[in-house]
């Protein structure tokens, strides 16, 4: 009679079953934190958003600007939607940050942004160093705000 010793697992098996665990762990928690956060984020309202989406927005706008500047494309044309674009934001500044609508800063930063692009639309620059000029003055309004009320 042969007696042979029960074959045990090797380490490396072991190891490598540890590995796993491991790896499967960690993706399970990666996965339950993406879930987490999403729930956190969709728990917000829209008006959470709005503020933030209006600034991109005017950002995004400043830049289309910019680019046309860049590319010497000045004329108007190319600048009056981005133009309109903006002062339709700049409408509704106020119930975007309803929080500021009652301070009189906010307030006249608000409208002397709305002059300014209101001037442009009556007036709508005819070359680069004319939308190089108004983008200096609605700059020049966005900074002395955001000076005022960015954290």
């Given at each position: 009679m042969s007696t042979t010793a029960p074959t045990q697992p090797s380490r490396t098996h072991a190891a490598k079953k540890y590995l796993f665990l491991f790896l499967l762990g960690l993706a399970v928690g990666?996965?339950?934190?993406?879930m987490v956060m999403r729930s956190l984020e969709a728990r917000k309202t829209w008006s959470d958003h709005y503020p933030d989406a209006a600034m991109h927005y005017m950002q995004a706008q400043v830049a289309q600007l910019d680019a046309s500047v860049?590319?010497?494309?000045?004329a108007a044309t190319e600048t009056l939607p981005r133009l309109k674009a903006l002062r339709t934001v700049a409408d509704d500044l106020e119930l975007a940050f309803p929080g500021l609508r009652d301070d009189k800063r906010f307030v006249g930063h608000a409208s002397k942004l709305r002059g300014t692009l209101d001037a442009a639309l009556a007036s709508p620059p005819l070359s680069c160093e004319g939308v190089t000029k108004l983008m200096a003055g609605i700059g020049a309004d966005?900074?002395?705000?955001?000076?005022?009320?960015r954290n």
């Amino acid at each position: 009679m042969s007696t042979t010793a029960p074959t045990q697992p090797s380490r490396t098996h072991a190891a490598k079953k540890y590995l796993f665990l491991f790896l499967l762990g960690l993706a399970v928690g990666a996965f339950a934190v993406v879930m987490v956060m999403r729930s956190l984020e969709a728990r917000k309202t829209w008006s959470d958003h709005y503020p933030d989406a209006a600034m991109h927005y005017m950002q995004a706008q400043v830049a289309q600007l910019d680019a046309s500047v860049e590319t010497n494309r000045c004329a108007a044309t190319e600048t009056l939607p981005r133009l309109k674009a903006l002062r339709t934001v700049a409408d509704d500044l106020e119930l975007a940050f309803p929080g500021l609508r009652d301070d009189k800063r906010f307030v006249g930063h608000a409208s002397k942004l709305r002059g300014t692009l209101d001037a442009a639309l009556a007036s709508p620059p005819l070359s680069c160093e004319g939308v190089t000029k108004l983008m200096a003055g609605i700059g020049a309004d966005c900074k002395a705000c955001h000076q005022d009320f960015r954290n």
